[in-house]
T-cell receptor, first 112, second 115 residues
């Protein structure tokens, strides 16, 4: 079965610090990869996705992620975080017939 | 534009009571529909998904069941709730194809507490 591993459960950063959240998946075939974000009190929403092509994917709010096939990784990055980036972040990978497997999430707290 | 609704937003139920959570989608036809449970530190666990009316796939055996009586309606049910059913339940939809190239769109969720 497909599995997704997010390395950090909690991350605390100061504003303007750089962010990298790790994500590794287990499936060795063709994958579609997603990062979702859940801001406090809001719906889970898509940050960015990778289907094919350029392995460096840019999403909303200055986030980007890099797909490294040889490492089974899809790490999320942002050069300079803001207080408003405080949220829970989920990595997900397609796991078959239109279904997704999610990681356990990383709670990011950005202090002003 | 498409919207997804869930109700109720919060629910407190005694152990052994029945459950019915409803999810409806507007602005699209024949969507794929999903029920997830989100637990703190455990991510999102897919419970059920449906690719059409009356078609339900269960991902994990449990005390819950799902039904899809109409194209854009997805219901999560239980005959007798357990304490372990407490959690945050999310409904999601995606474009109804067999492709895995579709993102899922999530509803606001229902917070269920079983006492």
């Amino acid at each position: 079965a497909q599995s997704v591993s997010q390395h950090n459960h909690h991350v605390i950063l100061s504003e303007a610090a750089s962010l990298e959240l790790g994500c590794n998946y287990s499936y060795g075939g063709t994958v579609n990869l997603f990062w979702y974000v859940q801001y406090p009190g809001q719906h889970l929403q898509l940050l960015l996705k990778y289907f094919s092509g350029d392995p460096l994917v840019k999403g909303i709010k200055g986030f980007e992620a890099e797909f490294i096939k040889s490492k089974f990784s899809f790490n999320l990055r942002k050069p300079s975080v803001q207080w408003s980036d405080t949220a829970e972040y989920f990595c997900a990978v397609n796991s078959g017939y239109s279904t997704l497997t999610f990681g356990k999430g990383t709670m990011l707290l950005v202090s002003p | 534009s498409q919207t997804i609704h869930q109700w109720p937003a919060t629910l407190v139920q005694p152990v052994g009571s029945p459950l019915s959570l409803e999810c409806t989608v507007e602005g699209t036809s024949n969507p794929n529909l999903y029920w997830y449970r989100q637990a703190a530190g455990r991510g999102l666990q897919l419970l059920f998904y449906s690719v059409g009316i009356g078609q339900i796939s269960s991902e994990v055996p449990q005390n819950l069941s799902a039904s899809r009586p109409q194209d854009r309606q997805f219901i999560l049910s239980s005959k007798k709730l357990l304490l372990s059913d407490s959690g945050f339940y999310l409904c999601a939809w995606s474009v109804g194809t067999t492709s895995s190239y579709n993102e899922q769109f999530f509803g606001p969720g229902t917070r269920l507490t079983v006492l």
